[in-house]
């Protein structure tokens, strides 16, 4: 809502409390009876307009005010002054006669109230509710039809009774009483079936307003064709209670604008039932009393929407289930079939006989390169890369079987095919799931089984596959990986000699700590090359920087500094090494930041580059150096200790304590 002046804020306070007064004097007055005519005519007439008038005026100002819904309540307002102004004008006219004209302009004013209330409560509707589906209509149809079948049941025959005498302009106005009523307890319910039946405060109070203006009126009506309504009752003071219910909701907060609300749980059952119930109870008293025709009818019509209601939750509850059995079936990312369709697909492929001639063949692939791209272009490049391989992948396996997703880099064809069809569908699958770029290279190693000559069951057959899957993995990645780094520890070597035993010690360690950390045999090989590379990039540097017998001044430290990068720049030329390159980079990071080259911290360093720096530092610590005597190894554990959480990640030192505390060659 718009912000209100601190002094419009006091004034409007003021004026509810005086309004609130004022109905509470006049309701005890009711009550009581007393005080003689002079005071029945103060209240009745002055009191009584004076708070409708404070009703309509409150409103009305709401409008004026803020700008938020501004229509609906100066309809509202409007309306309520133009009931006021039929009251005040029956007062003028006709207080103290017997014999008051039907219609008169005092009947203009207050059936004029109940179309502009009507159309206020469609706009605050379309104004505080986001979307109104075809569900929530017919929750209200259902709910407003069967209120105003009850109400109908229960009073309108004596009100229609009582105003069918008299010409036809007279008919036609006492029997607009009832329907404008009736129309309005069905608006004022259906609102609520439009908020879920879950309305706020300003909702509440608004719909109760309207409901004691309708109920009111409508007890009023039944008295009156009764003959038993009393003049100055307390059923005086529950037209003024409905007004001033309606001008405390105009400055309620209203809430969230545009709240799309849906009902669920028992609610999306509740309401139609109870409904359904009031339609049976209505048309079952026909066998006992006279029911009107008009309630029959409407109990009538709430069966049929109760019905049509029934039919659409059922139709939405079996799309919902399609669709999510769908789901269940499906790679949310690539839209590709999911490991669990996979093992039901590989079932029935194992339990039917292949065409004659054919036989099923399944091909695990996991992709090589993809966790390097992953971490060089970031996460939703993995994932457009990802989505595009299935695609491929898909759209060459169509013409013989399926394509599926199993999760993370791991895909999967499943096909009827010949044997001699075998080795071309497996080296297509295979192409499918290969990319090159700048800075990157992905393939993807296979693991195939035919079926039912290799594996009889789909749980065989997924083992079979996998081991030979990794099987070529691992193949593959010593061919390509140890040759290239083979090559460079070489190159080292000849440069170094000094620095080989280093390496290796660190290697082995790192490999210890890796495993005891927790992490997968993939990534312990990473770990334990980039501890044999990590110091590759010393090559590039001048004997003079790294052999000087005294300390480093400013520029060869910034000199020295490059190494890191220049080590990854040699390892990541072969493209089976390049997650090393990426861990030999920030081998130097520290965990509060102070490393070089990038000025990493905590959890942003590699994991694998947190392991090589502490097995790196530990080493350092327990080897004879022509500079420093060898530390004995509680002592190099406990200066690691002391540095973690600054240096180092204390989570890995305490791994290599739990390492160092248990006999291994690293430590001997």
């Known amino acids: 809502m718009t912000r209100l002046t601190p002094r419009l804020q006091r004034s409007i306070l003021v004026c509810g409390g005086l309004l609130a007064l004022g109905l509470f004097a006049f ?13 029945d005519d103060l209240f009745g007439i002055w009191v009584y307009d004076a708070l409708m008038l404070g009703a309509a005026g409150s409103c009305l100002a709401r409008a004026i005010l803020i700008r938020r819904e501004r229509l609906a309540w100066a309809l509202l307002g409007s309306g309520l002054l133009l009931w006021t102004g039929g009251e005040i004008y029956f007062s003028a006219a006709f207080a103290g006669s017997e014999d008051v004209p039907i219609p008169s302009l005092a009947d203009l004013g207050y059936l004029g109230f109940y179309p502009l209330a009507y159309v206020s409560l469609i706009a605050l509707m379309r104004e505080r509710i986001g979307s109104f589906p075809a569900t929530r209509w017919l929750d209200g149809l259902i709910v407003g039809s069967a209120v105003a079948a009850l109400a109908a049941a229960l009073a309108l025959d004596p009100i229609v009774d009582a105003s069918t005498s008299g010409d036809t302009a007279a008919v036609v106005t006492n029997l607009a009483y009832p329907i404008a009523d009736l129309t309005l307890l069905t608006l004022v319910v259906t609102a609520a079936a439009f908020t879920g039946w879950r309305p706020g405060l300003s909702w509440l109070t608004l719909g109760l307003g309207l409901v004691v203006l309708a109920a009111s009126d409508g007890i009023y ?9 009393v ?21 309620l907060s209203p809430g969230p604008k545009k709240r799309s609300v849906e009902a669920r749980g028992l609610r999306v059952a509740i309401v139609p039932a109870a409904a359904a119930l009031i339609a049976i109870a209505v048309q079952s008293a026909e066998r006992y009393t006279v029911v009107p025709s008009v309630a029959a009818g409407l109990a009538l019509l709430t069966l049929l929407f109760v019905v049509v209601r029934l039919a659409i939750s059922f139709r939405d509850t079996q799309a919902t289930l399609e669709t999510s059995e769908r789901e269940a079936l499906t790679d949310p990312l690539t839209g590709l079939p999911n490991r669990r369709r996979l093992m039901e697909d590989l079932e029935r492929a194992a339990e039917t006989p292949p065409a004659a001639g054919h036989v099923w063949l399944l091909v695990m692939f996991d992709l090589d390169g993809f966790k390097a791209y992953n971490d060089s272009f970031g ?10 391989l299935g695609d491929r992948l898909a759209a060459g396996a169509a013409p013989h079987g399926s394509a599926y997703r199993l999760g993370g880099d791991e895909f999967c064809l499943l096909a009827q095919c010949t044997a001699a069809a075998v080795d071309s569908i497996v080296a297509g699958g295979g192409a499918a799931l290969s990319e090159r770029g700048e800075g990157f290279v992905i393939t993807a190693s296979q693991g195939s089984v035919l079926l039912p000559s290799e594996a009889g069951t789909g749980d065989d057959a997924m083992q079979l596959a996998d081991r030979r899957m990794y099987a070529n993995k691992s193949r593959e990645r010593a061919s390509a990986g140890s040759q290239s780094r083979d090559v460079l520890l070489t190159a080292l070597r000849e440069r170094q000699p000094e620095l080989h035993a280093h390496i290796v010690d660190v290697a082995a360690l790192a490999g210890q700590v890796a495993e005891e950390f927790g992490l997968d045999a993939e990534a312990r090989d990473e770990v334990q090359r980039a501890a044999e590379l990590h110091d590759i990039g010393k090559v590039a540097i001048p004997d003079a920087i790294l052999n000087k017998p005294g300390p480093l001044d400013e520029p060869e430290w910034e000199f020295m500094h490059k190494h890191t990068l220049i080590g990854e720049r040699i390892i990541a030329s072969a493209p089976a090494l390049v997650p090393v390159a990426r861990l030999v980079r920030s081998s130097h990071e520290r965990w509060d930041g102070g490393g070089y080259p990038d000025g990493l911290e905590g959890d942003q360093i590699p994991v694998g580059s947190r392991i090589v720096t502490v097995c790196d530092a530990y080493q350092a610590m327990t080897s004879e150096r022509p500079y420093s005597v060898a530390m004995r190894p509680a002592r190099a554990l406990e200066e690691l200790s002391n540095c973690a959480g600054t240096q180092f990640d204390p989570q890995i030192v305490e791994a290599l304590r739990r390492v160092a505390e248990r006999p291994s060659p690293a430590l001997a």
């Open 231 to 251: 003049e100055g009752g307390v059923l005086d003071a529950a037209w003024p209670l409905g007004a001033l219910l309606l001008a405390a909701a105009a400055w």
């Open 27 to 39: 309701a005890l007055h009711a009550a009581t009876g007393t005080g003689g005519a002079l005071v």
């Open 221 to 229: 009506l039944w008295e009156s064709a009764q003959e038993t309504y």
């Open 379 to 388: 996460h939703p490049a993995g994932d457009a890369l990802l989505t595009r």
